[in-house]
């Protein structure tokens, strides 16, 4: 290889060289003028909350700015980037080579017999330089880094960017979002276009992806040419709402927050009957053993759940196409009857909403406000034993007094009272009146001269209480026989014991004597004895 072409093969270097630091620097200005600009544009945007107009004008002046770094910071360096311009940076770079490499390019295609001897010349500098020191490895690698950075941060900001930046960011480069998209600044207004009853109230809301320091509603009606302005009243977070009040005829609306403009809807008017009276008839499922009740005038539907609730309405004027609407979606066709009532049935199984309404045109309009469902949950009766108290303590001969009471939220099946004597036989006394009523209470007597009780003896009693479904117990209480006094003898026992048999007795045959006589005066019966 001569010297010409080891400074062929310099200058060749050297030239690729400029051409990687071109490539790098118009990248790096590419990117961060992409990135400056579309923060730049989505802040403009954003404070025009990202309107067709300024989204066109900004992808415009996007493309103008990303096409203008490309052409001047890479395709135009690239174009005039040649032999003679590589000759010319390393001659600045290096000054020994004293315009003798920028000579030697120029007079390259020429047949010059001096062109050899400038050729060894040249050559003696450039093995002093090498291309690396004319475009450092260093600049190369930090300028492409600069451009992948700033390539990487708009690439997050189109793909997954958070709040208005990322959204714009999006929209700039992507284009507008696809049909169903949630938009970052919109006004969402139901029930937009609708057929209404006359002179019925239609509520208006509006949802909005945005806080907005007031929300303003704008309507037209048909009889005047000019749009009327009303203030929305805050609901809850960033949904408002408007209430159009005995809608006389049609009205043109739309909602307008903090600049976003929702689009433009309607609502028809039609004339049609009104609900006059609502009767309700209740059946119930027949595990609960009830009848059927009327609840005359009625509205809304509270029941245990398994309950269908048949509705009678009366209208002010016939009705055709008449049904009721629930708010899980289903509805019920209101059936006519000779006497111009109208009849559907509603089963009660869950919580809801209901509504009257009628189909006209292909659409269902409201034809009364808002009626609740209210599916309720058969709960466990309860049951309480009152008297005794726990742990009671009484003679070994007296009668014991026991009070049970009983309730269910719909209807009991019975109440019943156990009780066993020092452990034996379980004895069950049902309380007379407990079936088929919410509430029940009963005594009954337990006298324990009849079981030959003796100090220490004791009764256990627990009280039961059943519903359709459940069947609900008291704690177990216990009566204990404690000893006599022992100022009483063997012989007054026996006394006292005559007298409660013969008080028994006398109330068994119902003597109209008072209850203290039935059962003899205890001191009197030892006095008695005594003497």
């Known amino acids: 290889m001569n010297t010409r072409d080891q400074l062929n093969q310099y200058l060749q270097g050297l030239e690729k060289r400029m051409r990687w630091l071109a490539v790098s620097r118009g990248a790096a200005v590419a990117a961060g003028v992409a990135l ?3 923060l730049a544009l989505v802040l403009i945007t954003n404070a025009l909350a990202f ?3 300024s989204m066109t004008v900004a992808r415009v002046v996007l493309f103008v700015a990303l096409a203008a770094a490309v052409g001047f910071a890479l395709v135009i360096p690239l174009m005039h980037l040649n032999r003679r311009k590589a000759a010319g940076r390393a001659e600045t770079s290096f000054p ?6 920028l000579t030697y390019v120029e007079r390259s295609e020429k047949r010059d017999p001096m062109l050899e001897l400038l050729a060894m010349d040249t050559m003696s500098v450039a093995q002093r330089t090498q291309p690396e020191m004319v475009a450092p490895r260093k600049s190369i690698f930090a300028l492409a880094t600069s451009a992948g950075a700033a390539g990487a941060v708009l690439l997050w900001l189109i793909l997954a960017g958070p ?5 714009g960011a999006s929209l700039l480069w992507a284009g507008a979002p696809k049909a169903g998209a949630a938009r970052f600044y919109e006004v969402t207004v139901q029930p937009g276009n609708k057929l209404v009853r006359r002179r019925s109230d239609q509520v208006i809301t509006a949802q909005l992806t945005f806080e907005a320091p007031q929300v303003r509603l704008f309507a037209k009606y048909a009889s005047t040419a000019k749009w009327e302005e009303a203030q929305m009243v805050p609901r809850n977070g960033t949904s408002y709402e408007f209430l159009f009040a005995g809608l006389p005829e049609p009205v043109e609306y739309y909602v307008e927050a903090s600049g976003v403009k929702s689009p433009t809807y309607k609502l028809d008017v039609i004339d049609l009957p009104g609900i006059k009276h609502i009767k309700v008839t209740y059946h119930y499922p027949s595990w609960l053993g009830s009848k059927a009740v009327v609840e005359d005038p009625g509205g809304d539907l509270r029941a245990v759940a398994g309950t269908v609730a048949e509705l009678t ?5 016939p009705l055709s196409n008449g049904l009721i609407e629930v708010d899980d979606g289903s509805h019920i066709a209101l059936e006519s009857n000779s006497d111009g009532t109208l009849t559907a049935k509603v089963p009660i199984q869950k919580d809801g909403v209901f509504h009257f309404a009628a189909k006209e045109h292909g659409e269902s309009v409201r034809l009364s406000e808002d009626y609740f469902i209210e599916a309720r949950i058969d709960g466990a009766p309860t049951v309480k034993i009152t008297h005794p108290g726990a742990d009671a303590r009484v003679n070994p001969i007296e009668e014991v007094g026991i009070t049970v009471e009983a309730n269910d939220d719909f209807a009991l099946q019975g109440v019943e009272l156990h009780y066993s004597v020092n452990g034996g036989e379980e004895k069950v006394v049902a309380i007379p009146n407990s079936k088929g009523v919410q509430s029940a209470s ?6 324990l001269e009849d079981y030959k009780m003796v100090s220490g003896d004791v009764i256990a009693l627990y009280a039961t209480a059943k519903d359709a ?9 216990f009566v204990q026989a404690e ?14 014991r005559r007298g409660r048999r013969w008080g028994r007795r006398r109330r068994e045959r119902n003597f109209a004597a008072p209850e203290r006589d039935h059962c003899g005066d205890l001191e009197r019966v030892a006095r008695q004895c005594q003497r």
Do not use: C
Not at 313 to 317: L, Q
Not at 469 to 477: A, G, N
């Open 313 to 317: 309405v009366t209208t002010d004027r």
């Open 469 to 477: 479904h459940t069947t609900t117990r008291t704690d177990m209480i």
């Open 442 to 447: 009963g005594k009954t007597l337990i006298a």
């Open 96 to 101: 020994e080579f004293q315009e003798r490499l």
């Open 483 to 496: 000893p006599f006094e022992r100022n009483y003898s063997q012989s007054q026992l026996e006394w006292r």
């Open 163 to 167: 709040g208005f930046l990322g959204y």
């Open 36 to 38: 400056g600009a579309t």
């Open 51 to 53: 309107s067709s107009t």
